[in-house]
């Protein structure tokens, strides 16, 4: 199949270009792209007028939780799929903290199978680094890259014990294998609901300081020097952090950072009504930390935007914001929370796909992500400037839990094409 789009607005984080252009597909990949006049159509060729709209590579979603197997009630492969082409997410990589974790191949096989089935989407699974995600026992990283594992994490759990975590990067470096941890000083950060300072104590609420995030990753940067592993922060949202990033970077660590949009456009005061949908992990933090974390992000310090999309049913969110369970449903509303930094003028188009698409494919040895010739043609077409107040009730997701309910917010997908197939819109 061969498609042609004119007149559309294209968003190229490669060559960090936003200008007029045309992009030609055939059979699944781009043929062809230029910024000038559009070529006529080839014969046979479907002609899609972008009518002056967005189009740029389709989002590449580190840290996705799909609740299969285990907690289907909250989300489904078929429902995270659908969810993430309405929100121009063109591959999902999905995490293992499911209920049992998926740490065998087995489960793994499982999760493939029944994504491949109902998802519209790509599916990349990642497996958990340790048995359980319990911190004491290495799963068989190698068996486990067989049956398609692309990264390992033991996600929002920090493997305490140094020891079992250097093996485990060790022998990940052996397989050339990605590890993606969470940079958290275990002991400081257990049981936290907020950002240590003066709202959380008018709040009452049970808090962390932020020098935790710094200490948990000074850690890993350590044992990064020991082993050489390849390694993704999946959360850096503090301004202490960055410098430790900045010079693991300069010393020539193969490490790379991600944030979530959460900590991009919210702050720890937006829980003030103990709205549980604002509960997060880590927590919120100050508004000078979420400057410093999108500054970082048009720098290029920090890599790659995610959405941690998060499900979690009515009754884990209704109750009291310390017993309340963290995460947020973000496949939909990813791309237009995003836009908020573009028209907040604190990032451009290009430097936002960069982070959202280029980056993370890059990381994960992907050839999408790009508005280049021979790519997968895996798109977003979006209006940038659509004014919508987000509904919860109107997600695709099975959860609802979005702290950007009732929100007033601009961006709204037009379509989304996976390998040149429409799959939205």
């Given at each position: ?5 004119t007149n559309?607005?294209l ?25 000038d006049?559009a070529?006529?159509?080839p ?26 197997p ?27 903290d ?15 199978r029944?994504a ?30 067989d ?9 929002d ?11 485990a ?10 590890t ?7 002991g400081l950060?257990a049981?936290?609901?907020a ?13 962390v300081?932020p ?21 993704h ?7 202490r ?17 991600g ?5 991009l ?5 937006d ?6 949908f ?10 000078e ?14 890599d ?21 369970a ?18 907040a ?10 982070a ?5 494919a ?15 043609a895996d ?8 004014p ?5 009730f ?6 609802k839990?979005?702290?950007?309910d ?13 390998a040149?197939?429409r799959?939205?819109?």
């Amino acid at each position: 199949m061969t498609t042609l789009f004119t007149n559309a607005r294209l968003i190229d984080p490669e060559g960090d270009r936003d200008a007029p252009g045309w992009l030609l597909l055939k059979d699944g990949v781009i043929a062809d792209v230029g910024f000038d006049a559009a070529p006529d159509a080839p014969d046979g060729a479907a002609l899609v007028d972008c009518a002056g709209k967005c189009l740029a590579p389709g989002i590449v979603d580190i840290g996705v939780k799909v609740c299969e197997p285990g907690e289907r009630h909250k989300e489904s492969y078929r429902s995270a799929g659908l969810a993430a082409a309405a929100g121009g997410v063109t591959t999902m990589v999905t995490r293992p903290d499911t209920l049992p974790a998926i740490d065998t191949p087995e489960v793994l096989e499982f999760v493939r199978r029944r994504a491949n089935e109902v998802a519209p989407v790509n599916v990349l699974p990642m497996a958990a680094l340790t048995k359980g995600r319990a911190g004491r026992e290495m799963t068989e990283l190698g068996f486990l890259m067989d049956a398609g594992a692309v990264a390992f994490t033991d996600c929002d759990r920090v493997i305490a014990d140094t020891k079992v975590f250097s093996r485990a990067l060790t022998y990940a470096k052996a397989l050339g294998a990605l590890t993606i941890a969470h940079v958290q000083e275990p002991g400081l950060s257990a049981g936290a609901a907020a950002t240590s300072g003066k709202f959380a104590t008018l709040r009452g609420l049970s808090s962390v300081t932020p020098m935790a995030e710094r200490m948990g990753l000074d850690r890993d940067i350590a044992l990064l020097e020991m082993t050489g592993a390849a390694y993704h922060a999946d959360q850096i949202t503090t301004a202490r952090a960055l410098p430790a990033l900045e010079r693991a970077k300069a010393n020539g660590i193969n490490i790379t950072a991600g944030t979530s949009i959460h900590h991009l456009t919210l702050n720890t005061l937006d829980v003030a009504d103990y709205r549980t949908f604002f509960k997060v992990k880590p927590p919120l933090r100050d508004e000078e930390d979420r400057m410093a974390t999108v500054e970082a992000i048009g720098t290029g310090l920090i890599d790659i935007i995610s959405s941690m999309h998060t499900p979690q049913d009515e009754e884990s969110k209704r109750l009291p914001f310390e017993e309340a369970a963290s995460g947020a449903v973000a496949l939909q509303t990813l791309l237009p929370a995003a836009l908020r930094l573009y028209h907040a003028d604190n990032l451009s188009l290009p430097q936002l796909f960069r982070a959202l698409s280029m980056n993370p494919a890059k990381r994960l040895g992907l050839a999408s992500g790009r508005l280049a010739k021979g790519a997968p043609a895996d798109l977003v077409l979006f209006d940038a400037h659509a004014p919508l107040i987000l509904d919860r009730f109107a997600l695709l997701s099975k959860s609802k839990n979005t702290p950007f309910d009732g929100a007033r917010m601009q961006g709204k997908v037009l379509a989304t094409y996976v390998a040149g197939e429409r799959v939205f819109g």
